[in-house]
């Protein structure tokens, strides 16, 4: 007879998330995990969101398999985002690399809501070679209604991060030590 108590339908989904969970989990978890956040919101906050992350899977809108070559060609590239909290905000930095060639979009980002979102936008794209800055072009903010934004699914203790974009797709990060 099992005598474990039901989770509790309130707790936060990173707390509901089954502890054997440590490897990446797979589209039907996060789905789960994101319908739990729905509900009850993820109680992330910009602490859990801090450091670098390199994308590890994705998931196109609608799909519950991963979209295995854009993940192996987005791994191939280093692509990463990195997220510094200070007391002006969160900063966000996307990026990839070619060697020794990076490509980096830089802004600021906030969390708006229960979810909560990250909400960002690019204030400029800089090109690298090493430590070497060849270009650096400001970008033009989007319209509220247009901010690019991460709805968030869950960060598990292991160092993952889920969250759907804006577009409809899932993304699987891995946090770098």
């Given amino acids: 007879v099992d005598t474990t108590a039901p989770p509790d339908a309130t707790a936060p989904p990173e707390a509901t998330a089954p502890p054997e969970a440590t490897e ?22 910009a602490a859990d969101l801090q450091g670098r992350w390199q994308l590890d899977q994705v998931w196109p809108k609608g799909s519950r398999r991963p979209a295995s070559l854009s993940a192996l060609l ?47 936008h690019f204030q400029c794209l800089e090109l690298r070679l090493g430590a070497r800055l060849l270009l650096r072009r400001p970008l033009p903010e989007p319209t509220a209604r247009r901010l690019p934004f991460f709805a968030l699914i869950a960060r598990h203790p292991t160092g993952w991060l889920a969250a759907r974009g804006r577009g409809g797709g899932l993304a699987l990060w891995q946090l770098q030590a």
């Fill in 24 to 45: 990446r989990p797979e589209a039907a978890e996060l789905l789960r995990l994101e319908a739990l956040v729905r509900r009850n919101g993820s109680g992330l906050t």
């Fill in 74 to 120: 987005l791994r191939g590239l280093g692509a990463r985002l990195e997220v510094e909290a200070s007391a002006a905000g969160l900063h966000l930095c996307n990026a990839v690399n070619l060697g020794a060639l990076e490509l980096r979009f830089r802004g600021p980002g906030c969390l708006v809501g229960r979810r909560p979102l990250l909400q960002f």
